[in-house]
């Protein structure tokens, strides 16, 4: 799977798709791949996947200080399968699982 920079001169957001997602095209083509973002200092801060322009896949957020901070499968602009976060000290305080079509089935809280 190829993985590029979100800063990368050849990928190019070419729209928003109709649930507001990005949509990128990477030396003229559907990009489909990982797309991460640093920020200022080159921290990691993202790691999305996409198939064919669109966002879809595992996607990852993180913490100023690198911790993960989500994670989730988004298909079709919804969670499915399970949505994680944790906060800055790396303990999971949030697990919900989806069905494939994005409906709830369960969620763990943990108010740390």
């Given at each position: 799977m190829t993985?590029?920079?979100y800063?990368?001169?050849?990928l190019v957001m070419v729209g928003v798709d109709s649930g507001g997602s990005d949509m990128f095209e990477y030396n003229g083509q559907p990009f489909t791949g990982t797309i991460e973002e640093y920020d200022g200092s080159n921290n990691l801060i993202a790691e999305m996947e996409y198939v064919n322009g669109y966002v879809e896949g595992i996607q990852k957020f993180?913490?100023?200080n690198g911790q993960l901070e989500e994670?989730?499968?988004d298909l079709n602009n919804i969670a499915v399968d399970y949505y994680k976060y944790w906060n800055d000290?790396?303990?999971l305080i949030y697990h919900a699982t989806f069905d494939n079509k994005g409906s709830l089935?369960?969620?763990?809280?943990?108010?740390r």
């Open positions: 993985t590029v920079n800063n990368d001169a050849n993180y913490h100023a994670e989730y499968r000290q790396g303990y089935i369960s969620t763990i809280v943990d108010n």
